[in-house]
């Protein structure tokens, strides 16, 4: 692969938040520059949920890419390594839930490591709520109960924290780190909206929502300087189907293993 090491950091939204708009999720898969993608879902930072793993196939099963899942509660058996796993992804899309939970099983086997190199040999990294955060040098999280800030693993530089629509009691805890200087200046994310980063610039910002905004937030000289970026509005694209080749060798691997 030669892309560029890129991040889609999401505030919320896609497949887990947004049942019926897959356009931030489809913009994921745009992102690969990949007919057909391999997609890798770490749904750690909430434990494996089966039923955040079935929704995650049901999103894009029937896409034109390859879906799977890596459960690190549920490695009892496997044949292949983590790295193994990992190698030839073309998209690698974290679920959120716990930030502190999600680093300290990640730092456990290992994976935060891999997932470096993944990102530095062009793998696209994409994430929402922890699985956003996790890539700055800082985030807000409510791991603990009531929001405070916590260190991510530092491939992005500033700050994110996200839902600052959804749950507002985030932001005021974020604005008071950066005044502080606890966290680096950086973003506040709502709901829909993702940050693209290539490298570890920003290039673009994009909403899954009409009304959906982000918002860049500096301390200097002891006060916040913010400044409000209304984001591009994705359109929901036509769906990508399966070609017909793919769909042939695929029910034809079924029919083989029945």
């Known amino acids: 692969m030669t892309r560029e090491p890129t991040i889609l950091a999401m505030g919320g939204g896609g497949f887990t938040m947004e049942p019926d708009n897959p356009a931030l999720d ?14 890798l879902f770490l749904p750690t930072a909430s434990g494996d949920p089966t039923a955040q793993i ?9 896409r034109a890419c390859r879906a799977e899942y890596l459960s690190l509660f549920r490695l009892h058996g496997s044949t292949r390594t983590l790295r193994e796993r990992l190698a030839g992804q073309d998209l690698i899309y974290v679920g959120g ?17 891999l997932l470096t190199e993944a990102w530095q040999r ?16 800082g ?9 405070e800030p ?21 932001l005021p805890a974020w604005l008071a780190a950066v005044r502080s200087g606890d966290l680096p200046g950086g973003w506040a994310a709502d709901d829909g909206v993702g940050l693209v980063y290539r490298g570890t610039e920003l290039e673009r910002i994009v909403s899954s929502r009409p ?11 002891g006060e916040l300087v913010r400044r409000r970026v209304q984001p591009e509005l994705l359109e929901v694209q036509r ?12 029910e034809t691997l079924r029919r083989r293993r029945r």
């Not at 489809?26 to 997609?39: G, K, M, N, Q």
């Open 26 to 39: 489809d913009f994921a898969l745009s992102l690969t520059e990949v007919r057909e993608p391999r997609v």
């Open 54 to 62: 079935q929704t995650f196939q049901n999103r894009y099963g029937g």
């Open 97 to 113: 839930g716990s930030m502190r939970n999600l680093l300290a099983i990640w730092r456990a086997h290992e994976l935060d490591e």
């Open 122 to 137: 062009g793998t696209v990294l994409c994430g929402l709520s922890a699985g956003a955060m996790c890539w700055f040098e």
């Open 139 to 147: 985030g807000i999280t409510k791991s603990a109960g009531p929001p």
């Open 150 to 170: 916590i260190t991510g693993l530092g491939q992005l530089p500033g700050s994110l924290t996200v839902h600052a629509d959804g749950e507002p009691e985030r």
């Open 211 to 221: 009304a959906a905004t982000a918002l860049r937030c500096d301390a200097v000289g």
């Open 239 to 250: 769906r990508r189907e399966m070609p017909d080749d793919v769909r042939e060798m695929r």
